[in-house]
């Protein structure tokens, strides 16, 4: 993973900061409420979620174990279908073939779908070193990339911005990037929805290449999918004479059935909506009717590493929802920065110190990000235990150990002193600034089930060793949460 | 070695300790949801396409094919466009009434050509009920994928029952993957601002779905 916010401070320092600025959290507590809410209600309308989400979680556990045949057979499906594909073993790879695909088409300038995959890479940054702009058409990412700041929320990356704020950088931004946002104008969303609009036509329709991710590629038919709302990757989908997606290995599934899964649970765990505004699936190139050249761009840039570790794995099944992270109460204090990675929340804190290794204070830092309540287990619609890959992870992190780094078995060692317990206890101070909640924080709630029979690995030895194991308590820590000082403080 | 290779070799090191007879794919995912969600009539199922797509603010017609020129007519002049995009395969009696100019889908149209176009008219492929959700796959009534992003105003018409589906597992069955697909729930909308859904960003503003039977 490209060191995409070189510096950081590692999580509990870059937390206190966001913590001690009222206006991020009350950004963050309102959107992330109001999502809450709206996706419990989603979910509720269908009776088989249950079965949905294991369905969806065998469809990805099966694909992931045997992800060699499906990747070959993906690459045969989507060559026959008249694409190209190209494997990147690591983010500058993968950056110097996009860099090169654009160059050939003799262009400078190139239009982007939101994509995860391209933000890790440092895409953007890569291009504009190479004389080629990227503009960011997905209307987060747009206010991101005008103000010079980075993403904070998987599916909204201004997340922590409100619409006062985006106003302004629309007014003071938008004319030295292309026209102008229009005189006096307001804060209502509908308005800078519009003024995205204008801003962004004139670059649609002169587009001619165009750089997406994909939430899904069909392994059997060799189909790329991607899901969104506002229209702007169906514009970079369909406008430009190239299309060059640049997608994460793991995006895979076996067969185009599987699609009925993901196309309920996704929708519904993300926006909350029944079915999201626009979903493009293309399968290679159609004559006469939208690129002429499709270029698939597979990435692996840590994922094989993860992919070793049978306890971590499972973090691959992700579909990049933003479920995790809309329930999350450190999240929701901390906000999206303070993870120090494009993938932020409970599943940043897992994947992010898979993908980059725990070299970093602030990767090894990463682990420690949760209270463990479980919160991000029972919304996720692939039922990624997070708890127990945190819990393995922080074991990594203080006892070392086997892993594989770039593809090659390493031996980590012990991160020094007990600095990792340190970074525990002071995450869960700036987080729970009640000194009971960092109480309950530390019994390990009662939904992370599964860690209970086992002494406690890592900093949980460590605690253990000065202190008694407190029982479980009766109720868990998310219910204690919601009724107590939960809904209280962001005011 | 190249990165093809390189990836391929650390997939199988780390997946070394998959069985080699692993249940195989066809009994490794349970398929006990549901491919449709409660049981409904016809009628039924066409209400609850018409209320879904209603939440998400597109507008329903109900007509029959005896009035659909006339309405197709009303709504191009409500919107105020005197040009109407068409795809070569449309049938020619819906518009048969609009005085609004024919203009081909053509593949040498530049974007900016089909920019000043004020609406367009299309059929579909499917219509699924559960979602509020019509897509099209490029066949000659639908045309280029582009055709129904580019103007502002988008009339689809669905034939009733026959397009009209229940479920998503439903409407995969139907579509071809080997075509270019495009689903469509509602106008263009945004939740990026707040979390809170917005219309009208991209893709046009305005949606109107004609159910004809
Ligand atoms: S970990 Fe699960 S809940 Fe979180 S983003 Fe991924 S799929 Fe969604």
Not at chain 1, 434 to 454: D, E, I, K, N, V
Request: net charge neutral; proline share 6%.
């Amino acid at each position: 993973m490209s060191g995409t916010f070189v510096g950081m401070p590692a999580f509990p320092e870059a937390a206190r900061d966001a913590v001690g600025n009222p206006t991020l959290r009350g950004n963050l507590r309102h959107a992330t409420h109001t999502i809450r809410a709206k996706r419990d209600r989603a979910v509720a309308e269908l009776a088989d979620w249950a079965q949905l989400r294991e369905a969806g979680r065998r469809i990805k556990d099966h694909t992931l174990r045997h992800l060699d045949r499906y990747l070959e057979q993906l690459e045969a499906s989507v060559t026959a279908a008249g694409g190209t594909v190209h494997w990147a073993a690591d983010a500058e790879e993968a950056n110097r073939i996009v860099t090169r695909l654009v160059k050939e088409t003799g262009e400078s300038e190139v239009v982007k779908v939101k994509s995860m995959a391209t933000q890790e890479i440092g895409l953007n940054e890569a291009l504009e070193a190479a004389g080629v702009r990227a503009y960011e058409t997905d209307l987060a990412e747009l206010i991101v990339q005008l103000g010079h700041d980075r993403p904070s929320h998987i599916l909204v990356p201004a997340i922590h911005r409100n619409r006062g704020e985006i106003r302004d950088i629309f007014t003071r931004e938008m004319g030295s990037w292309g026209r102008p946002a229009p005189e006096g104008l307001t804060d209502r969303p509908a308005d800078l929805a519009e003024a995205a609009r204008v801003h962004l036509r004139e670059k649609f329709l002169r587009a001619k290449v165009g750089v997406s991710g994909a939430n899904f590629m069909v392994a059997e038919t060799g189909t790329l999918v991607v899901v969104e709302s506002e229209g702007n990757g169906r514009m970079c989908l369909t406008l430009p004479e190239t299309l060059i997606s640049v997608v994460g290995i793991e995006k895979i599934v076996p067969t185009w059935r599987d699609l009925e899964v993901f196309l309920q649970t996704l929708p519904r765990s993300s926006t909350a909506e029944r079915m999201n505004p626009y979903t493009s699936t293309w399968t290679g190139t159609t004559d006469e009717d939208g690129p002429r050249a499709f270029h698939l761009v597979l990435l692996d840039n840590g994922r094989t590493d993860t992919l070793a570790d049978q306890v971590g794995r499972q973090a691959l099944r992700c579909i990049r929802c933003s479920a995790c992270l809309n329930v999350c109460p450190v999240y929701e204090r901390a906000g999206g920065h303070a993870y120090g990675s494009v993938y932020p929340g409970p599943i940043g804190a897992i994947l992010t110190p898979q993908l980059r290794g725990t070299a970093s204070e602030i990767d090894a830092s990463l682990p420690y990000a949760s209270s463990l309540c479980g919160a991000c287990y029972e919304a996720c619609p692939v039922a990624i235990d997070i708890p127990e890959v945190l819990v393995h992870l922080r074991e990594r992190v203080v006892q070392g150990g086997p892993a594989v780094r770039r593809g090659n078995k390493v031996v980590l060692r012990p991160a020094k002193g007990h600095a990792a317990e340190r970074a525990a206890m002071r995450a869960a101070g700036w987080a729970f600034a009640h000194p009971g909640a960092l109480r309950t924080g530390q019994r390990l709630a009662s939904r992370s089930r599964r860690l209970h029979p086992r002494t406690l690995p890592g900093p949980g030895r460590a605690w253990t060793g000065s202190r008694d194991l407190p029982a479980v308590p009766a109720e868990p820590f998310r219910d204690w949460w919601q009724r107590t000082r939960g809904g209280k403080d962001a005011k | 070695m190249n990165s093809r290779e390189r990836i391929l070799g650390r997939v199988r090191r780390a997946l070394a300790d998959v069985p080699a007879d692993e249940t195989p794919y066809e009994r490794a995912v349970p398929r006990d949801y549901l491919r449709e969600h409660g049981e409904r009539t016809t009628e039924e199922t066409v209400e609850l396409l018409a209320e879904n797509l209603t939440d998400y603010r597109a507008v329903v017609h109900r007509t029959n094919r005896e009035e659909l020129p006339v309405l197709i007519m009303r709504l191009l002049d409500a919107h105020g466009s005197r040009e109407v995009l068409v795809p070569e395969g449309l049938p020619p009696e819906w518009l048969s009434a609009t005085r609004a100019l024919r203009v081909e889908d053509r593949a040498t149209d530049t974007p900016d050509r089909l920019d000043r176009v004020g609406s367009v008219v299309t059929g579909c492929a499917v219509a699924v009920a559960e979602t509020g959700t019509i897509v099209l796959d490029g066949s000659p009534d639908q045309g280029r994928r582009r055709i129904s992003l580019i103007p502002d105003h988008h009339i689809c018409v669905v034939r009733v029952p026959e397009q009209i589906v229940g479920s998503v597992p439903q409407a995969l069955e139907r579509l071809d993957p080997s075509r270019p697909l495009t689903w469509i729930s509602g106008p263009s909308a945004t939740s990026d601002i707040e979390l809170d859904r917005v219309e009208g960003v991209h893709g046009p503003r305005a949606l109107e779905v004609i159910l004809v039977g």
